[in-house]
């Protein structure tokens, strides 16, 4: 979703411009970006957002200009199979930017709502469901924050962190997620206490097996219900150590767990790596 805010962010920053929008709508075999992918083209050329590895963007843009010149639409095709190492075949449509659009989304976003954008294209309708960016909550201190906060960031989350539990507020949602590290037993204790009755889709905590079960028995004590959602101890099994691999593990396990995928190798994977979660159907 981190496409989505920079394309907002930019458009915030040109608002007396106008824009392109080109539009991943439709994918047969194997692509880079799945459908609903977007590419924002400013009046001066810039880009925000993508519609594969960088093999089509430059192509599209100069498409894109004649767009805003005349106002006309256009839907290019593009058969990977011959000149990009894909296997497959995708439509893009540029159009010109509505200014609705672009409110209509920052609106829902700020709000942490999930927007649906409707794109018309030929006879067909394009529906797709714009999630707001996870909210990554970091309870505790300690050096080992750095590298949580980091990759929460490179992949456009918001990172909050939380020095004492007692303060923890939060409106829960279902892109909300959160670990729980601050290494002491009391103050982990009031964390969970606090954030497991929310119902998160992910709550994580650092630490063995051992003191784990420990802060379980006393949570069930004061009546404090253990749900799907907690994730102890907190990562994947990718045998790390430093602190910068066991972030990588954690946020590893909530991309995993926010896709709903198994985490395996794709090499074991019998199936298409992205799976169509949009539709384009007759009107």
């Keep these: 979703m981190k496409d989505f805010y920079d ?9 007396d411009q106008r824009f392109a929008l080109a539009t991943l709508v439709h994918v047969e075999g194997s692509s880079y970006r799945r459908p ?4 924002l083209i400013c009046e001066d050329g810039m880009m925000v957002g993508s519609l594969s590895a960088g093999c089509i963007e430059d192509e599209v843009a100069r498409h894109a200009s004649e767009v805003l010149r005349t106002g006309e639409p256009t839907l290019m095709s593009f058969d990977t199979r ?3 190492g894909c296997a497959g075949k995708i439509d893009i449509l540029i159009e010109r930017a509505d200014e609705k659009f672009f409110s209509d989304l920052e609106h829902d976003l700020t709000l942490r709502q999930t927007h649906v954008a409707v794109t018309r294209f030929l006879e067909h309708e394009f529906v797709q469901q714009i999630h707001p960016v996870t909210r990554f909550l970091i309870v505790g201190g300690g050096l080992d924050n750095a590298p949580l906060h980091s990759l929460g960031e490179l992949l456009g989350w918001e990172v909050i962190e939380i020095g004492d539990p007692s303060t923890i507020l939060v409106t829960p949602d279902e892109w909300t997620a959160a670990i729980v590290k601050s290494h002491n037993y009391g103050r982990d204790f ?3 206490q606090k954030l497991l009755p929310l119902n998160l889709r992910y709550v994580g905590l650092i630490g063995p097996r051992k003191r784990r079960d420990q802060l379980l028995n006393d949570l069930l004590e004061i009546g404090v219900t253990i749900n799907a959602g907690f994730f102890a101890p907190a990562g994947l099994d990718l045998g790390a150590e430093t602190p910068q691999e066991i972030a990588l593990a954690i946020v590893s396990e909530i991309q995993r767990t926010f896709a709903s995928t198994s985490g395996f190798s794709l090499r074991e ?12 159907s007759a009107q």
């Design 82 to 84: 011959r000149r990009f």
């Design 36 to 39: 609903g992918a977007r590419l």
């Design 190 to 192: 009031v964390a969970l």
């Design 269 to 280: 994977r019998k199936f298409p790596i992205h799976n169509p979660k949009c539709e384009v």
């Design 7 to 15: 394309i907002v962010r930019e458009w915030k920053k040109r608002r």
